[in-house]
């Protein structure tokens, strides 16, 4: 190995640096204190720099958790590939919950617009329960979104996954306190402090490797909602609906009924980087079609103990 | 270009403006969005309001839109070219004292708002008490709503007086405070330098924020670092690992993140609190070893000798370490509803490592209102500042928070509800003067 050339103050300042260590100090502390920790993992730009961070905390060993997903069946191929290649190369044990699992034994219901991002929860929670989970790393950032913004980054779940705003404990220097009782589980947050611009750039200057539908890319698409849909199982195009080639490429990774596209040439991070501080829309406004529901969507299905 | 990092927080009272203030800084930095834009302007509409409300960007829960209050410390992100922002938004009214610490407790910066047309108020004298206990190295006082007054250089000059001998009373030095007039609401000198205060001849508000030094007392304090993790792969290493690592059957690194002071190679440290002194053979990253790594860095280090070590344990510089005791005299900002008394046993979390604590005599109490320590209390309530004398099961080594913020710091947990009932600081941090 070849040393770093020291720098003239050797005190953390880049942002990126600074980030990262905090991210590593969440990794480790959760490592030493729970029992059963796991990564939900979606393939998606978040959970796959959640997976990156982790590694670097722990090198030159394993990253000593499990990686969750929970599937909802309306996936892009790309992806679910990207997620088997990662986990086998890193020698991490995937854990998939399908959704379909529980639709077919009557425990959920497929909603009427077909859109199955709500119903991840219920597997969740169940999945949590069986394996006995006592730690769940999530992807979530503040900056998406103003519920978020006051999330913690170890937050308490109750035994019935429930988020309770009103009562977080107060989270004071880095001193996290992670104490629950059995049957509850905390969600942490290691990206907590990271905007979406941040995770660009880092991806970039790490050379992370993400699935290929972040990249600008022709698809047949059609235009629902003000957001460019992708053909799938989930329905659609119906009616007036009709697909059309265009050059698109995703910002998120989520349910294919309800995770648009959006209309992109950029097909190079440097490009993605210029189209991100660009952008006047933010990812969660401009591709999820769960996050218009009102005002308060995030809010009340992270009290229910959706993300 | 490398962009730096500073944390900061804001604290007010009630109608201040600091949402608004927090709101105009978002907005003039475009870091709002124009879906975020649109959601509060429509918002604005349906309060029967006719411009948009900028508060609005920053109230977050359900409850805090409902009521027009805000409950709980948001955190808020916003950039320029040289500088990148975490905001710690704090409430001033409901649980002001939990608020204000959690926000200060990992700000460099603080910025304190008050109304030009009242001036320094109780609430002010409050949050510069528990900003100076706090240690926060620098202090803003965006004296707002100057528009209300007429722009006018005598009322404002008037109220920096006023504040930098609070701020002198309440230890910080003239150099880490700066006074700005600003209106929130008309955008003067938050981002754009106003027109209207041809007198005033310091920097805006970003303009401060983005050329203020960041580096703490952490920096150049001597080294520290809490184990958090032992990493052996001796059992299997990351695939692929030992082609970059070399022979990893006997690799051991000590995984933390450097508190204070810088480690290199060859440091003669000590391990806290069994005391074995030995030599640092290595400080590792998963992107390669460094010639040495300074306060936040996360690392892994390797140690010459083979000393038992596990987490919980302190890494420290051999020539300056911290003292090692069970008696440890601190001051506790309590923060839980329930009241504590003397002889209560509770947790105590100091880095990586969680003890027992016996809590024995409560000090003198900190009046915020007065700022002045009065007569020790019965019991401490919510919200209650104290010194207090605890007794540890496991001796720990502590610094005085106003020496070391990392290792001078740590929570108290409630044993049954694993609840955090408080922050709690090593020592006295808040030097008081009369004046």
């Keep these: ?307 | 270009m490398s962009r730096d990092l500073l944390r900061f927080a804001t604290a007010g009272s009630v109608d201040d403006g600091k949402s608004t203030l927090v709101g105009r800084l978002l907005y003039d930095t475009k870091s709002v969005l124009a879906d975020q834009i649109e959601a509060v302007e429509r918002a604005s509409v349906d309060k029967g309001m006719s411009t948009p409300d900028l508060s609005l960007l920053v109230d977050g829960l359900r409850a805090e839109r409902e009521q027009g209050i805000t409950i709980d410390v948001a955190y808020r992100y916003f950039g320029t070219p040289t500088r990148e922002f975490v905001l710690a938004d704090t409430p001033g009214h409901v649980q002001y004292t939990r608020n204000t610490v959690t926000g200060a407790s990992t700000a460099e910066l603080a910025v304190l708002l008050v109304d030009a047309r009242n001036g320094i108020v109780e609430q002010t004298r409050r949050h510069a008490a528990v900003l100076a206990l706090l240690r926060v190295p620098r202090l803003v006082l965006a004296i707002n709503k100057i528009d209300l007054v007429g722009y006018d250089e005598e009322t404002l000059t008037a109220i920096a007086k006023d504040f930098a001998a609070l701020a002198r009373s309440v230890g910080f030095a003239d150099e880490a405070v700066q006074v700005i007039p600003v209106s929130a609401l008309a955008g003067d000198n938050v981002v754009e330098r106003s027109t209207r205060t041809p007198w005033y001849d310091g920097p805006t508000l970003l303009g401060h924020l983005e050329s203020v030094p960041v580096a703490g007392p952490e920096v150049t304090a001597p080294f520290r670092m809490p184990v958090q993790y032992v990493i052996r792969p001796r059992a299997g290493a990351l695939p692929g690992a030992e082609e970059r690592w070399g022979p990893l059957h006997d690799y051991r690194g000590y995984a933390g993140q450097v508190a204070s002071g810088t480690v290199s190679p060859g440091d003669e440290v000590v391990v806290l609190p069994g005391g074995a002194r030995t030599t640092v053979a290595g400080v590792d990253t998963a992107d390669g070893p460094l010639d040495a790594a300074g306060a936040g860095r996360s690392v892994t280090i390797r140690l010459t000798d083979d000393i038992d070590i596990s987490r919980g344990d302190l890494i420290a510089a051999a020539g300056a370490a911290p003292r090692v005791g069970s008696e440890i005299e601190a001051t506790l900002c309590w923060l839980a509803d329930k009241p504590l008394r003397a002889g209560a046993r509770l947790l105590l979390k100091h880095g990586a490592r969680t003890t027992q604590v016996i809590v024995g005599a409560l000090g003198e109490r900190l009046d915020v209102d007065s700022v002045r320590f009065v007569d020790p209390p019965e019991a401490l309530t919510v919200n209650d500042i104290a010194m207090v004398s605890l007794r540890t099961a496991d001796p720990l080594p502590v610094d005085d928070y106003a020496d070391i913020r990392a290792t001078g710091s740590f929570l108290l947990i409630d044993p049954p509800t694993g609840g955090t009932l408080a922050a709690g600081l090593v020592g006295n941090p808040l030097t008081l003067t009369s004046g």
């Design chain 1, 1 to 307: 190995m070849t040393a770093f050339v020291s720098p003239a103050a050797p005190a953390v300042r880049d942002a990126l640096d600074a980030l990262e260590s905090e991210s590593i100090h969440i990794f480790r502390e959760v490592a030493g204190e729970f029992d059963r920790p796991v990564i939900l993992f979606s393939g998606g730009k978040d959970s796959t720099l959640l997976v990156h961070l982790a590694v670097k905390a722990f090198a030159p060993a394993p990253v000593p958790f499990p990686l969750l997903h929970v599937d909802t069946g309306h996936n892009y191929p790309e992806v679910i590939d990207f997620r088997d290649r990662l986990a086998a190369r890193l020698g991490l044990r995937l854990h998939v919950a399908h959704v379909q699992d529980w639709i077919d034994d009557g425990r959920l219901t497929e909603r009427p617009d077909g859109t199955r991002n709500p119903l991840q929860t219920v597997p969740l929670l169940d999945s949590i329960n069986e394996h006995r989970f006592d730690a769940v790393f999530g992807g979530g950032r503040r900056d998406e979104e103003r519920a978020r913004a006051k999330e913690r980054i170890i937050s308490l779940r109750d035994a019935f996954g429930r988020w309770d705003p009103r009562s977080q404990r107060p989270e004071l220097w880095n001193l996290y306190n992670g104490r629950h009782a059995a049957g509850e589980h905390v969600r942490v947050f290691p990206i907590s402090n990271w905007t979406e611009l941040d995770v660009w750039r880092y991806i970039q200057r790490e050379g992370v490797e993400l699935p290929s539908i972040y990249y600008a890319h022709q698809r047949e698409v059609f235009r629902r909602d003000g957001m460019w849909l992708a053909e799938g199982p989930w329905g659609g195009p119906r009616g007036a609906e009709s697909l059309e080639l265009r050059s698109v490429r995703y910002r998120t990774v989520g349910d294919g009924s309800c995770t648009g596209a959006v209309e992109s040439t950029a097909s190079t991070l440097d490009q993605i980087i210029d189209e991100v501080t660009a952008s006047r829309l933010t990812e969660r406004g401009a591709t999820r079609a769960d996050d218009r529901l009102s005002e308060a969507a995030m809010e009340d299905r992270k009290r229910e103990g959706y993300f």
